[in-house]
T-cell receptor, first 113, second 116 residues
Framework: AQSVAQPEDQVNVAEGNPLTVKCTYSVSGNPYLFWYVQYPNRGLQFLLK??????LVKGSYGFEAEFNKSQTSFHLKKPSALVSDSALYFCAHNYNQGGKLIFGQGTELSVKP | DTGVSQDPRHKITKRGQNVTFRCDPISEHNRLYWYRQTLGQGPEFLTY????????KSRLLSDRFSAERPKGSFSTLEIQRTEQGDSAMYLC??????????????FGEGSRLTVL
């Protein structure tokens, strides 16, 4: 089955340190991959997407993600975490390129001062 | 605010009652999606429309669930004979659908359903 997986339920990082939120995919063909963030009591917000081209994708709020075909991964990264980055992060792929997104189970990021 | 709006934001109902949620997408978006999210889980796809046509329904969607988008603008999601297992956040999203389907989805803040 085509899917994405987020192996960590929770990631804890100190403010100012780099952060990584992991995502692996199992998708046939060319994967269209996305990252979304969900703040408490808010809707999901788009961060970035990989469709084709450069493997390093830059997105909103200083986030970036690296597409790695050999490792079938699309990890989300930020060089210096902020307390305000604390939220739920979801990796997703575009199933069959039909517009429907299939989401991973989410990773809760906690950034402590 | 020109984002996706959902109404009501919270609904508490008794088991067996019917509930209806409304979603108003971003006006120029032709695709509209419904998802369900329970605590600690990622959003699960329920159904989506392109204009007024319902193009796909998840097998998760029992026949107690029905969605419409009669004029290709707003959409409603109705749950009949609610069960406690229906308690969840119901999310609506819209997108400007392209042939390649690479456009991002824009989500509303959700309608939280509690079935007592």
């Amino acid at each position: 089955a085509q899917s994405v997986a987020q192996p960590e339920d929770q990631v804890n990082v100190a403010e100012g340190n780099p952060l990584t939120v992991k995502c692996t995919y199992s998708v046939s063909g060319n994967p269209y991959l996305f990252w979304y963030v969900q703040y408490p009591n808010r809707g999901l917000q788009f961060l970035l997407k990989y469709i084709t081209g450069d493997n390093l994708v830059k997105g909103s709020y200083g986030f970036e993600a690296e597409f790695n075909k050999s490792q079938t991964s699309f990890h989300l990264k930020k060089p210096s975490a902020l307390v305000s980055d604390s939220a739920l992060y979801f990796c997703a792929h575009n199933y069959n390129q039909g517009g429907k997104l299939i989401f991973g189970q989410g990773t809760e990021l906690s950034v402590k001062p | 605010d020109t984002g996706v709006s959902q109404d009501p934001r919270h609904k508490i109902t008794k088991r067996g009652q019917n509930v209806t949620f409304r979603c108003d997408p971003i006006s120029e978006h032709n695709r509209l999606y419904w998802y369900r999210q329970t605590l600690g889980q990622g959003p699960e796809f329920l159904t989506y429309f392109q204009n007024e046509a319902q193009l796909e329904k998840s097998r998760l969607l029992s026949d107690r669930f029905s969605a419409e988008r009669p004029k290709g603008s707003f959409s409603t999601l109705e749950i009949q004979r609610t069960e406690q297992g229906d308690s969840a956040m119901y999310l609506c999203a819209s997108s400007l659908g392209t042939g390649s389907g690479t456009g991002e989805l824009f989500f509303g803040e959700g309608s939280r359903l509690t079935v007592l």
